[in-house]
């Protein structure tokens, strides 16, 4: 086998000049470089195969050395020697990597998203895919899915738990779980390797929303929201926050398509369970509704953002606003709490039929015979029960005297 040509050197790589055609200037082998007119420089070998001759592009010049080069060559006619066409190989070699990239856990997380979340809410695939986009693609996006492993997986959550976010932590572990059983179920993995790492985070501990749950506190509680000087938006938001007792996202993002202020009903999905769920609004809560139409009537939203109406208002306004009456939203009230509160309270001092409680709560709650929630089950002891808890505030705000509320 003949020696690579001595005279090619990187000094008359580098000093190659483009001419009036491309030419060529060889290395040995079979290797050559070809010098085009533009003045790029491209390496190329040359071979024959079942008889037919055959050139491969080995990479642009300085990007690939004249060393480089070499080996690749080598490395060709070493392919030739096993019988082995290299323009073959190198397009299968480009099949496969392309088929990984297809395979990658960036690209299966991402498809399995667009699946998950069909009928879920936009903002828990916010959040969920946020987490991914964090801390797993940049350490495991790029990897096919079929090869990544138990460990290597738990040194990406350890890291999350060791930024003191162990709940993060979980839950990304969970979206990861769920992204390989997808994955299993579209052929592009044998198993969810997740599961070999049950155990191996510390388990989180349970922290329940901050919440008053004494009459007495819940009374000055009322008491420093009637006298709250925020904006009229805020201040009508924080006021309905106890009477309805919603999610705090349901509540700031209301829209007035689904309140029906002539049937006293506020009908909407909910956002953590994609049901849909309705509302029986007290004559109190209808009121406070009534009251922002002339502000935001026009609109889409109830409570408008402040810098922009066609937003709805900021997810931080109930709490900041509980911090400037001088609440510790995590050791006393939360806006999440006002449900806590309710619960509580409807449970002990009205009697109300947890059951019941629950289903108002949008709670999934089957039933004797297995069947999940439904939005109008026991609407009437439901429409019953807010306009009770509405007077019972309004009588805990007055001072008043606070006769149990009899169930129908």
């Known amino acids: 086998m003949p020696k690579l040509a001595e005279r090619l050197t990187d000094i008359k790589v580098k000093n190659a000049k483009p001419k009036v055609k491309p030419y060529k200037l060889a290395a040995g082998r079979g290797l050559h470089l070809l010098v085009k007119t533009d003045g790029s420089k491209h390496w190329q070998f040359r071979f024959r195969f079942d008889g037919k001759e ?16 070499e080996k690749k060559a080598t490395d060709a006619l070493e392919l030739l020697a096993n019988g082995i066409n290299p323009s073959e190989n190198k397009k299968a070699t480009k099949a496969t990597k392309t088929g990984a990239l297809a395979n990658s856990f960036e690209v299966v997380a991402r498809e399995w998203a667009n699946s998950y979340f069909t009928n879920k809410s936009e903002s828990h695939k916010e959040r969920t895919f946020r987490r991914l986009e964090s801390y797993l693609f940049p350490w495991l996006g790029s990897k096919p899915i079929s090869e990544i492993t138990a460990p290597q997986i738990l040194e990406v959550v350890k890291r999350i738990e060791n930024l003191n976010k162990l709940e993060t932590a979980h839950r990304t572990l969970q ?70 007792f919603t999610r705090p996202s349901e509540l700031r993002t209301a829209k007035w398509a689904d309140i029906d202020l002539e049937a006293n009903e506020w009908r909407y999905r909910v956002s953590k369970t994609n049901t849909m769920h309705l509302v029986p609004l007290s004559k ?24 922009d109406p066609k937003k709805p208002m900021s997810a931080a306004a109930i709490n900041a606003s509980l911090k400037r009456m001088g609440y510790d939203t995590q050791q006393d009230i939360t806006a999440h709490g006002f449900r806590a509160m309710a619960r509580t309270i409807l449970h002990e001092r009205l009697n109300i039929d947890p059951y019941i409680i629950e289903h108002q709560l949008a709670h999934k709650v089957p039933d004797a015979l297995g069947r999940a929630y439904n939005r109008t089950k026991f609407i009437e002891q439901r429409t019953a029960m807010m306009q009770a808890w509405a007077d019972y505030l309004d009588e805990l705000k007055a001072g008043a005297k606070v006769i149990p509320f009899k169930q129908a």
């Open 284 to 307: 109190q809560a209808a009121k406070l509704f009534a009251d922002m139409h002339p502000l935001s009537g026009h609109g889409e939203f109830v409570f408008q953002g402040g810098h």
């Open 54 to 69: 055959n050139t491969i592009s080995i990479g642009r010049y300085p990007e690939v050395s004249l060393a480089n080069a």
């Open 175 to 244: 979206a990861t779980s769920q992204v390989f059983r997808y994955a299993v179920q579209t052929g592009r993995a044998l198993r969810d390797p997740c599961v070999d790492l049950r155990g191996a985070l510390p388990a989180t501990v349970v922290k329940h929303m901050a919440a008053f749950t004494e009459p007495k506190e819940i009374a000055e509680l009322l008491r420093a929201i009637d006298g709250f000087t925020g904006s009229f938006t805020v201040q009508t938001a924080l006021r309905l926050s106890p009477l309805v």
